[in-house]
């Protein structure tokens, strides 16, 4: 069992940046891939972004490529989702993930558990 709590959400003007972490605890945090979703009123929850278990590897959403940066801590078994630039169309609920696969598995169902979320919201 992992238990997710996500902060670091909140109201910023257009442009402005915001850095979101998920703290986990429960089974070993370093064997999980984990991943960063959002979802809009009226609409499904999307991809953001995702890290192997190592850290090594990431994958983005094309509209966030560029602008948002997902890092791992295995030592503070936290992951973060530093967001640069931000647009009104990112505001939405922020949910992390963590994949027992250890990948980053881009649907909902790679997952195995899950946060209660972070409001976004992007002011213009």
């Known amino acids: 069992q992992v238990q997710l709590v996500e902060s670091g959400g909140g109201l910023v003007q257009a442009g402005g940046s915001l850095r979101l972490s998920c703290a986990a605890s429960g089974r070993a945090f370093s064997n999980y891939g984990m991943g960063w979703f959002r979802q809009a009123p009226g609409k499904e929850r999307e991809f953001v972004a995702g890290i192997i278990r190592t850290g090594l590897s990431t994958r983005y959403a094309n509209s966030v490529k560029g602008r948002f940066t997902i890092s791992k801590d295995n030592a503070k078994t936290t992951v973060y989702l530093q967001m640069n630039s931000l647009k009104p169309e990112d505001t939405a609920v922020y949910y992390c993930?963590?994949?027992?696969?250890?990948?980053?598995?881009?649907?909902?169902?790679?997952?195995?558990?899950w946060g209660r979320g972070t409001q976004v919201t992007v002011s213009s």
């Open positions: 993930a963590a994949s027992s696969v250890g990948g980053y598995p881009l649907t909902t169902g790679g997952y195995d558990y």
